[in-house]
């Protein structure tokens, strides 16, 4: 494994009797977009903060290509931000404020006026060098802020929850645009975002965060597919989530029935958590349901059907369903055995990836063929 | 953390705070336990508090600061009022300040010639047939000189009072079917009341310590204690008792700040 | 009906705030020697007052001081501003405030009568220096009330995305807050100015024999009656105030650097 760029170790930080970040160890690779996405106060903001060298943790060792930072401040470090509010000099223009890093080392005229070009049409804002910072829009703000941290040449870019502040559209838009600059460059970005649609979207890389612990780290898919419990399976996506027991490796109980599965590793009777995800469901024929469920509401979503129904058990079910179902119906509810997820309770992060990794390789011949 | 530079720059103002606002304070405070030769006497708060020319002297002062706080207050509501509502209200507010920028001597010294024997309000006087009076050295003379120099200091902050108020609350009010008279009472005065607190403190302190109007106009027979502080300091030098007094107006200042302080509950 | 009823009181009370000036500036071109009985034009009071040499040299000292006091107000008074923008700490924060204020809600003669207990004390002679020495005194809370705000109104971002971009303290300081406060600062040096033109109290207190301001000159000609050349002075002072305030007002209102001729055209439209 390659030298990993940025890494934090047992980094806690407080104030006062205030604990923001528990102990957290995370490493960053070069070349690659990293989002922390937790709600406020998850403490994602700080751990952005350290990296940007804007606070200094209270334990624990930051590392940048192996080196201590801990005490380097921000303007000594390869790295730069993108702010929130974007945090734009009101009394420069956009040539001034993109070019504010290399006037501050003494860059020379033209290297200055090339290098703000090449930002500003990286940005898609070519020819905007004389505007004021007040007669730009928010989205224009936004990219006037990227280029000036880019023109910086960083080897990390921080970006915190910089899409915040625009509109749906133009949101996508910048999402799309972000990853594809971050590709082009091939330096690492580490996104900072409450939005869960837009971690999926854009990353390599997740970490979950809640109440200043990292609770789950892996690919969009991973975190998708398999969250490792309750918590991280509400905030990722929407979820059923219905309590169930594990009866022996791949069969799991739950909503009064047995269900072949493709989990395991965990104690016989095991008491568990069941997710299974609404669009994973589909609504078929009473006779051809592995459970029945009573339609209760049904809304249009434009590509799909939102439609809330219980089984017997009284336990309550979303589906997102392509056909229309009638409500007080009586309909078959259908899953694959490998859109089970099973979630242990309280399991902690390594136990879940040496789990995985334990049942996925004795299966690893099966799912070959 | 790397703000410790912009810390050292401000060490003249911390040395500013020390020397001009703390230091003086305290000698003010020692001076008043000093005799005029300088030995330590409570004898000054003895005298202040026995002999009754120092007593009456603080009610008089008061009883002058007060009336000219409600004759300012009298004519700079309505005019705070009806200035808000106008369309160009930041203008007329100019015009409000501009008189203050005025140097204060100089309006004192115009009434000086308008007040005169034969000056131009007697004229006018003699004109509609009253006939000319005293008006130079009088109590009347003094307040509304007094009252005069204060007027932009009530306005003002009556008037920024009242353009902050919600335009939604008074439309609400008269939806739920109060009368603009009704509005006035139950929305907008007592949503105003923190203007009129700053207004009232704006003019009733610096009219308790005024001294100049009260010899230019008032001829000495008004004695503030700004007046008796003067006295004491500059013309019999006897600081002592002159810091006690200082220490009264201290004292008279901290109350009046007191009972107009900002409450939840409006009222005076 | 009442809207006329207001628009007569607005007016009567205009005319109760003005009059007074207006009557000084009018007698002042009076061919008499008395404000009454205007008997004809005349700038006869203004060569007076041209020619005494001693109110000239008053005039020039009240401006010195003017100017002087309001320079070192604004050094001191925008790094004291600073000072308290960056103490972290709400209480001390709290109490630096309090301290600044005190000045600003002190009466006059409470200001003068310590300020000379305080120069006897320490053995400096009263006079020009004295002068100085209160004017800048009162003068720098005033700043920092002007300036503070500016600053806290500031993003704090900004700091932090100049050092993010390799500003050192020095260079944060010159090319990022004292720009943006930069309004603030001129705002509290034009009102360090009027305050120092405008104050009688406390130079009354802490002059000597030797040394006058204008105010001080006024106080004492006018105990003894009616000089026009007076009124003569006040008309002047009273264009001076036109122009400080037409100055402030300009400040006030121009918000952001003016820097950009687009800017300025914009701001000239509107």
């Known amino acids: 494994m390659t030298q990993p760029i940025i890494e934090f170790e047992h980094v806690a930080m407080q104030y006062g009797d205030n604990v923001v970040l528990k102990s957290i160890d995370l490493e960053i690779e070069s070349g690659k977009f990293y989002t922390l996405l937790g709600s406020s106060g998850s403490g994602k903001t700080t751990i952005l903060r350290l990296m940007a060298g804007f606070l200094t943790p209270t334990a624990g060792n930051i590392y940048f290509e192996g080196k201590n930072i801990n005490n380097v401040p921000p303007e000594k470090r390869r790295i730069n931000t993108v702010f929130q509010n974007y945090a734009l000099f009101p009394n420069m223009n956009v040539f001034e404020n993109v070019a504010f890093g290399m006037t501050l080392k003494g860059k020379s005229k033209r290297e200055m006026t090339e290098k703000v070009s090449e930002m500003l049409a990286l940005v898609k804002l070519s020819g905007y060098e004389d505007r004021e910072i007040s007669e730009l829009s928010g989205g224009q703000q936004q990219r006037v802020a990227i280029a000036r941290a880019l023109a910086n040449e960083p080897e990390i870019l921080v970006l915190d929850e910089p899409l915040s502040a625009l509109d749906y559209k133009l949101r996508k838009t910048m999402q799309y645009e972000l990853r594809n600059i971050q590709q082009r460059l091939g330096i690492t970005f580490v996104f900072v975002t409450h939005d869960q649609e837009e971690a999926l979207a854009m990353s390599d890389w997740i970490f979950v965060m809640d109440d200043g612990e990292i609770l789950q780290n892996g690919t969009p898919v991973d975190i998708y597919d398999a969250p490792i419990n309750h918590f991280v399976a509400e905030f990722i996506g929407e979820s059923n989530i219905i309590p169930g027991v594990m009866r022996e490796d791949y069969l799991v109980a739950f909503a009064g029935k047995e269900f072949e599965n493709v989990d395991g590793g965990m104690r016989p009777n095991e008491p568990v958590e069941v997710v299974l995800r609404p669009e994973d469901l589909d609504l078929v024929d009473v006779s051809e349901g592995k459970l029945v469920v009573t339609i209760d509401d049904e809304s249009f979503r434009g590509d799909y059907y939102e439609i809330t129904a219980h089984d017997d058990d009284q336990n309550h079910w979303q589906v997102q369903a392509t056909n229309s179902a009638e409500v007080g119906q009586r309909y078959g509810l259908y899953f694959d055995p490998e859109d089970i997820h099973i979630m242990r309770l309280n399991e902690s992060e390594e136990d879940f990836d040496a789990r995985l990794e334990q049942y996925e390789e004795e299966e690893a011949p099966d799912a070959s063929d | 953390m790397h703000q410790t530079k912009a810390f050292n720059y401000s060490v003249p103002y911390y040395a500013w705070l020390l020397l001009f606002v703390i230091a003086p304070v305290i000698l003010l405070l020692f001076e008043s336990f000093m005799d005029v030769h300088g030995n330590f006497t409570l004898n000054n708060y003895q005298t202040y508090f026995s002999s009754g020319t120092y007593i009456r002297m603080t009610f008089n002062s008061v009883f002058f600061a007060f009336m000219v706080t409600v004759i300012t207050l009298a004519i700079s509501y309505p005019m705070a009022l009806i200035m808000s509502r106008l369309k160009h209200a930041q203008f007329w507010l100019m015009l409000v300040i501009l008189p203050t920028w005025v140097n204060l001597l100089l309006k004192a010294y115009a009434f000086i010639g308008l007040f005169a024997k034969q000056g131009t309000l007697n004229e006018f006087l003699t004109f509609v047939g009253i006939g000319p009076q005293q008006i130079m050295f009088t109590d009347g003379a003094f307040m509304a000189v007094a009252a005069y120099v204060q007027i932009p200091f009530m306005i003002m902050p009556i008037f920024n009072s009242l353009v902050e108020i919600d335009q939604s609350l008074v439309n609400a009010a008269r939806d739920l079917g109060a009368s603009s008279a009704q509005t006035l009472r139950k929305v907008i005065i007592p949503l105003s009341m923190n203007g009129v607190r700053t207004g009232v403190q704006a003019v009733f302190i610096p009219t308790l310590s005024l001294f100049m109007i009260t010899r230019l106009i008032g001829g000495n027979r008004v004695i503030t204690l700004g007046t008796a502080i003067e006295e004491h300091f500059l013309v019999t030098q006897n600081w002592g008792m002159g810091s006690t007094i200082g220490i009264i107006l201290i004292i008279a200042m901290a109350i009046t700040m007191y009972l107009t302080r900002d409450r939840k509950q409006g009222g005076k | ?270």
């Open chain 3, 1 to 270: 009906m009442k809207h006329k009823a207001a628009s007569l009181y607005l007016i009567f009370v205009f005319v109760v705030m003005y009059l007074p000036i207006f009557y000084l500036i009018f007698y002042s071109f009076n061919a008499g020697d008395y404000m009454n009985n205007f008997s004809g034009f005349s700038l006869e009071h203004y060569r007076t007052l041209f020619s005494d040499y001693r109110l000239m040299r008053i005039l020039a000292n009240t401006f010195i001081i003017a100017l002087l006091s309001a320079l070192f107000a604004t050094l001191i008074g925008t790094f004291g501003a600073l000072g308290i923008y960056h103490t972290r700490r709400r209480g001390t924060r709290n109490t630096l405030l309090s301290l600044n204020n005190i000045l600003i809600v002190s009466p006059d003669v409470i200001i003068g009568a310590s300020f000379l207990i305080l120069f006897t004390l320490i053995g400096m002679k009263l006079g020009f220096l004295s002068v100085l020495l209160a004017h800048i005194a009162f003068s720098i809370p005033i700043v920092v009330l002007m300036v503070l705000p500016r600053l806290n109104e500031m993003n704090p971002a900004l700091i932090d995305a100049a050092h993010d971009l390799g500003a050192n303290d020095y260079q944060v300081l010159s090319q990022i807050v004292l720009p943006y406060a930069w309004p603030g600062i001129l705002s509290g040096f034009f009102m360090a100015i009027t305050y120092s033109l405008d104050d009688f109290a406390v130079t009354f207190f802490v002059t000597g024999n030797g040394f006058s301001t204008l105010s001080i000159e006024i106080y004492s000609r006018a105990r003894q009656g009616i000089d026009l050349s007076i009124n003569a002075l006040s008309t002047l002072m009273f264009l001076v105030s036109l122009v400080l305030i037409v100055i402030y007002y300009f400040l006030s209102t121009y918000q952001q650097r003016g820097s950009k001729k687009k800017r300025t055209l914009g701001t000239a439209v509107r």
